[in-house]
C-alpha cells in the first residue's frame, strides 16, 4: 500500500510540475500575443492533431477518420434514434433480408460537380468489394453479392444470405462511403485515387503533410452550406506544445481523435477553462479502454489464461479512472458495458485483488525462487511487454502504473511507447503481448468489435490462442446472420462468456469523446460514433 500511495504522489507531483512549468512559459507567451486565447480565427476553427490526415482515400484505412467523415458520406447513418437517411431518403429490405433497395436523394454532387447517383453508387461498392482481402474484417464484405442499377436514383444490393448488420456496417466512416468516379485509377481505388473529392459539407482544399490540412465549407453541400468557413488539422505534438499553442490562440479547437487519445491530458483542459475563453464538451460513454492480451503467442507468458486473469486481477481500475483520468471516465469490468445491446450479460466479476492475483500465479507454477523478485516456471520468467499510444499521456502513466502493479506480484512488463500505426500493426501482425486498445464503439457494437475476433488485421492473434476459439468462431459466423432475436441474444452471451473467461481482452475504462473549443462556439454535438464530430452543425456566435 506505501509503494502504491508513493507511486501515486510520485506521478501527481510530476503532473504538477510539467503544468506548473507551462503556465509560466504560456503566461509569458500570451503576454507577447495580443490575439487572445481562443481566437476565432475569422470564423476558422483549427484544430490539434498529434497526426497527420494521411491517405484520404475513403476506401482504405490510413487516413484520419475525423477528417474523412467531413469529406464523405454513408447512404444511411446510424443515430441515437436508430439509422436514418443520409445519402439514401428511404430503402426497402426484402423479406427474406437478401435484397437492400435504395432511394437516393437527387440533389447531390461530388465536389468535383459530378452526379451522385446509382451508377457512382455500384462504382464505389464495386470497388471496395475488389479488394475484398483489405477489407475481409467487415463481415458485409464477405455477403456482398452484386450491386446492381435499377434506375438512375435506384440501386440494389444483393446478399448471399442475410446478414442483420448491413445497415450499421453501410453507415460506417469507410470503408462504404463515396468518392467521385472521376478520382479513381483505372476504375478502381486499391491503388489509390488522383483526388479527394467526396459529397460532404467540406472539401479538402490544401494539404501540407505533417503540418497542416484545410477544408472549406461545401457551398453546394446539399444539406447547406455550413457555418463555418474553414477547418484546419495542425499537426502539434500532444501535451505541452498544444496546450500552449491554445493558450496563445495558435489553435482554437481539440478533440479526442479516432485512436481514442487526447491532445491534451484533464489538467490541461480545465486550466485553459478556469482561465476562461474556453468550453469542456463531454460526449456520453462510447466505447472501453482495454488491454488485449495476445493468446497465440506460445513462447510468452501471456499465452496463459491464468496470467492474464492475474494481470485482471492486479490492475486497480477505480486508482486510474479517479488519479489518472480525473473523473472523466468511469472503471470497467467487462469488455462492452451493459448499454451496449447484446451486451447485458452476468459475467464473472474480476475486482482488483492482489492476493487473488498471486493466489492464481502460484496455482499456476509461477513461483519466486531463491529470493528473486520475478517470478519463473520451467526456467521462463514471468516477463511480458506493454505497448501504448506514444502520443497519449494518459496511456503512458496507465502505462508505468501498471508496470509498477504487476512488479508487485512478482510479474515483470517492459512498456513501450509507439506510433498508433504502429500498433495496428503489431496488433495485425500478432509481434505483441500486450496492447492498448479500444473498442469500435457505441454505434458499431457488439458485432463490429466481435467480428474483429476473427480478422488477422485485427484481433485474431488476441483470440486464436485459447482453447474455445473454433466454437467461438462458429459462434460469431452464426450470429451475423441470425433473423431470430432471441437466438441472437443467447449466441452473443455466448460469446462473451467465452472470451471473459479467457481473459483475452482486459477491460480498463468506458471512454468519451472529449471536445475543448472556445466559449462562443455553439452546436457542439457528438455522433454515435467516437470517429467522426459533426463540424457542419457547428456556428460562432
Not at 433497395?101 to 461498392?125: Q, S
Not at 464477405?142 to 438512375?152: A, P, R
Not at 503467442?297 to 489464461?305: A, F, H, I, L, Y
Not at 464473472?348 to 517470478?375: H, N, P, V
Amino acid at each position: 500500500m506505501f509503494w502504491k500511495k508513493w507511486k501515486l504522489a510520485a506521478i501527481g507531483f510530476f503532473i504538477i510540475s510539467v503544468f506548473a512549468a507551462c503556465s509560466n512559459d504560456a503566461e509569458k507567451s500570451a503576454s507577447e500575443d495580443n490575439d487572445g486565447a481562443a481566437s476565432t480565427h475569422n470564423n476558422e476553427l483549427i484544430y490539434a492533431t498529434a497526426r497527420d490526415i494521411n491517405d484520404m482515400n475513403p476506401h482504405f484505412y490510413a487516413g484520419s477518420m475525423p477528417a474523412q467523415g467531413m469529406v464523405y458520406e454513408s447512404l444511411v447513418e446510424n443515430t441515437a434514434s436508430g439509422m436514418e437517411p443520409l445519402l439514401a431518403e428511404s430503402w426497402d429490405i426484402s423479406e427474406d433480408g437478401k435484397v437492400y433497395t435504395f432511394y437516393l436523394r437527387e440533389d447531390v454532387t461530388f465536389h468535383d460537380g459530378e452526379p451522385f447517383n446509382a451508377e457512382a453508387v455500384k462504382n464505389n461498392i464495386d470497388a471496395v468489394q475488389n479488394n475484398a482481402e483489405t477489407h475481409s474484417w467487415i463481415k458485409l464484405s464477405t455477403k456482398i453479392v452484386s450491386c446492381n442499377v435499377v434506375d438512375e436514383y435506384t440501386v440494389e444490393l444483393v446478399l448471399s444470405e442475410a446478414y442483420y448488420p448491413t445497415l450499421n456496417e453501410l453507415s460506417m466512416t469507410r470503408p462504404y462511403v463515396f468518392i467521385s468516379p472521376k478520382d479513381f485509377i483505372d476504375g478502381e481505388t486499391k491503388d489509390g485515387v488522383s483526388e479527394f473529392n467526396g459529397t460532404g459539407p467540406y472539401i479538402l482544399t490544401d494539404h501540407q503533410i505533417d503540418e497542416y490540412a484545410t477544408f472549406t465549407a461545401n457551398e453546394n453541400y446539399w444539406g447547406g452550406s455550413p457555418s463555418i468557413e474553414k477547418i484546419t488539422a495542425k499537426v502539434l505534438p500532444a501535451g505541452e506544445t498544444t496546450f500552449l499553442a491554445m493558450q496563445k490562440g495558435e489553435v482554437n479547437f481539440a478533440f479526442t481523435d479516432d485512436w481514442g487519445a487526447d491532445s491534451l491530458d484533464v489538467d490541461a483542459m480545465n486550466q485553459l477553462v478556469a482561465a476562461g475563453g474556453y468550453q469542456l464538451v463531454r460526449s456520453e460513454a462510447m466505447n472501453t479502454k482495454m488491454i488485449a492480451a495476445n493468446s497465440s503467442k506460445d513462447d510468452n507468458p501471456v499465452s496463459e489464461t491464468a496470467v492474464r486473469e492475474a494481470v485482471w486481477y492486479a490492475i486497480d481500475r477505480e486508482t486510474i479512472v479517479e488519479d489518472i483520468l480525473s473523473g472523466t471516465e468511469t472503471a470497467a469490468d467487462t469488455l462492452f458495458s451493459q448499454n451496449i445491446q447484446y451486451a447485458d450479460v452476468d459475467l464473472k466479476q474480476r475486482g482488483y485483488d492482489i492476493a487473488t492475483a498471486e493466489a492464481i500465479l502460484e496455482d499456476a507454477g509461477w513461483i519466486f525462487e531463491s529470493g528473486g523478485e520475478i517470478r519463473m516456471k520451467d526456467g521462463v520468467p514471468l516477463a511480458m511487454k506493454l505497448y501504448y499510444d506514444s502520443n497519449s499521456s494518459s496511456q503512458k502513466t496507465q502505462a508505468e502504473f501498471i508496470q509498477a502493479s504487476l512488479k508487485d506480484i512478482g510479474m515483470q512488463l517492459e512498456i513501450f511507447g509507439e506510433e498508433s500505426t504502429s500498433i495496428a500493426n503489431r496488433r495485425a501482425t500478432g509481434d505483441y503481448d500486450l496492447l492498448f486498445n479500444q473498442t469500435w464503439g457505441l454505434a458499431y457494437d457488439p458485432q463490429s468489435t466481435i467480428a474483429a475476433f476473427t480478422s488477422e488485421s485485427s484481433y485474431l492473434h488476441t483470440t486464436s490462442g485459447i482453447a474455445k476459439a473454433e466454437e467461438l468462431y462458429r459462434l460469431i459466423e452464426e450470429v451475423m446472420v441470425s433473423t431470430e432475436e432471441e437466438t441472437r441474444k443467447a449466441m452473443y452471451a455466448d460469446i462473451l462468456a467465452i472470451v471473459h473467461e479467457e481473459a483475452v481482452f482486459i477491460p480498463i475504462s468506458n471512454g468519451s469523446v472529449t471536445v475543448v473549443a472556445p466559449e462562443n462556439l455553439a452546436g457542439i454535438s457528438f455522433k454515435q460514433t467516437q470517429f467522426e464530430l459533426p463540424f457542419e452543425q457547428l456556428s460562432f456566435e
